[in-house]
């Protein structure tokens, strides 16, 4: 019988482990002649693209023409093409959390919770402008104006045009559709979207004195779950919901990307309030990831199908390495939560930062009616002879092991060969595998080779009872 290896990272609502899993795995869109084959493909890895010299949580990144921002601990640093890294002249009031982060095409704003500043050139300057409201926790931008959301504030301030430096406190708009407090604001297709508590609406330019005005008919009674989490990807916007779900615009409408495991998952994070999204798009596949201090959760847009990503090396528990995100100079530049490192996400790199991946796939459980199965052989089809030529990976194998009790117990490891480099006949077959009612397999792969799964079969009898 054909297993398709490929999908989603599905835990069910209980301990039982009997569920999916899919871990620094994704799941792959082939389409060819107008039929669409789904595969699994490694996560692309992290390779180094710059080390600011400061050991600090990276908290955010902006890129602005030829530069990338980027704040590291409280230090802001300017990075060009050629990965040169220049600290910026003055420093933030804070040292951790995420920040929020735009620009001006001159100006690059930060704000963290408690103040704002100014960068220009090299230099960063605190905002000190009588009219500018206290603690302010997003920036976004649009049509010349910085426009900042505050804590415990239903308000969006506006700057003046073109300079962050100056703040008249008469320039502010209310979300007066419900009297929740905004957590959040972006702007994405020309409408500033403020995202409260238990309700979201878009406001546009409508020229008036204060030049933001609530667009008619789009007010949506769904709020926000994670102040950090809306981002823009393809196209559209992606945020967490007040009732933990994930969810996509259409137009103004929240539709739910997440599925019912998903949600779960996140419901049972202790960390879920803070956490932050981020999205990549890498050779055709366009990823939102949401992450917290506990779990890193990844969505394929043209897939469809979940998945999580950890680093440093276990799967199921922590985090992945990646704390941020920005696209510069053609890469997906990603900031790392501890280091001061800032990383190039690639396909071609199969670690994080040098360190060993992990990956991680139990399919779906293979039955049939309740009858007993007595396998003969399975087939795991690799792409295979893509092993390196020396070190780690210059033989690469998989590791195998099987469950007939739902995930309770299982078999010891049983380990194949995948094909060394130029290889490409090598077959990974497991025989003589225990009888059941039902199989649980887990696949597990750590050397750092390049990982394509396309499909697996089973041969075996079927009882009668």
């Known amino acids: 019988m054909e297993i398709s290896f490929a999908g989603g990272a599905y835990k069910t609502f209980s301990k039982n482990l009997n569920a999916q899993e899919c871990v620094n795995f994704f799941t792959h869109v082939d ?22 010299g400061h050991f600090a949580e990276v908290r955010g990144e902006k890129k602005m023409g030829v530069y990338l921002y980027v704040v590291v601990g409280n230090k802001v640093f300017r990075i060009n093409k050629a ?14 959390g995420k920040v929020s982060m735009e620009t001006n095409g001159t100006q690059v704003m930060i704000v963290d919770g408690m103040d704002g500043y100014i960068v220009t050139e090299t230099t960063v300057a605190e905002i000190t402008d009588d009219g500018f409201f206290s603690f302010p926790e997003t920036v976004t931008y649009q049509d010349g104006y910085f426009i900042v959301s505050f804590r415990d504030s239903g308000r969006g301030q506006v700057s003046d045009l073109n300079d962050g430096t100056s703040w008249d406190a008469t320039m502010y708009f209310n979300a007066e559709g419900d009297p929740d407090n905004t957590l959040a604001i972006l702007s994405d297709h020309r409408d500033a979207i403020m995202f409260g508590t238990d309700t979201m609406s878009p406001w546009y330019n409508s020229g008036a004195t204060v030049p933001f005005d609530r667009k008619p008919g789009y007010f ?14 393809e196209n559209t916007v992606y945020f967490l919901t007040d009732k933990f779900q994930i969810v996509t615009l259409q137009g103004a409408q929240p539709i739910p990307v997440s599925t019912r495991s998903i949600d779960y998952q996140i419901s049972q994070d202790s960390d ?13 596949n366009a990823f939102y990831i949401l992450t917290t201090i506990n779990n890193t959760w990844a969505y394929n847009a043209a897939s469809k199908f979940w998945h999580k990503l950890t680093s440093y090396p276990e799967p199921f528990t922590g985090r992945w390495r990646g704390n941020c995100s920005e696209y510069f100079d053609k890469k997906n530049i990603i900031g790392d939560y501890e280091n001061g490192k800032l990383y190039e996400l690639d396909f071609d790199t199969f670690t994080d930062n040098s360190q060993t991946i992990r990956r991680v796939r139990v399919p779906q459980t293979i ?17 295979q002879g893509t092993g390196l030529a020396t070190g780690q990976g210059s033989d690469p194998k998989a590791m195998l092991r099987y469950s007939i009790d739902g995930g309770h117990t299982w078999s010891s490891e049983i380990w194949r060969d995948v094909g060394k480099i130029g290889e490409y006949k090598d077959r990974s077959v497991w025989n003589r595998l225990a009888a059941g009612r039902q199989f649980v397999l887990e696949l ?7 990982w394509v799964v396309t499909g697996a079969n089973l041969e075996a009898e079927i009882g009668t009872s």
């Open 220 to 233: 949506q009674e769904v709020g926000l779950g994670a102040r950090y989490s809306p981002v823009q990807l």
């Open 31 to 52: 389409q060819e002649g107008g039929t669409s084959e789904l595969s699994l493909r490694g996560t692309p890895g992290l390779k180094e693209w710059c080390d600011t």
């Open 83 to 96: 990965k040169v890294a220049t600290e910026c002249t003055g420093t933030l009031n804070t040292s951790s």
């Open 367 to 383: 039955k049939q009616d309740g009858k007993m199965i007595f396998p003969s052989c399975l087939e795991i089809f690799f792409e």
């Open 444 to 450: 597990s792969v750590s050397d750092p080779i390049k």
């Open 272 to 284: 879920r309030a803070n956490a932050i999204g981020m999205s990549v798009t890498i050779e055709g």
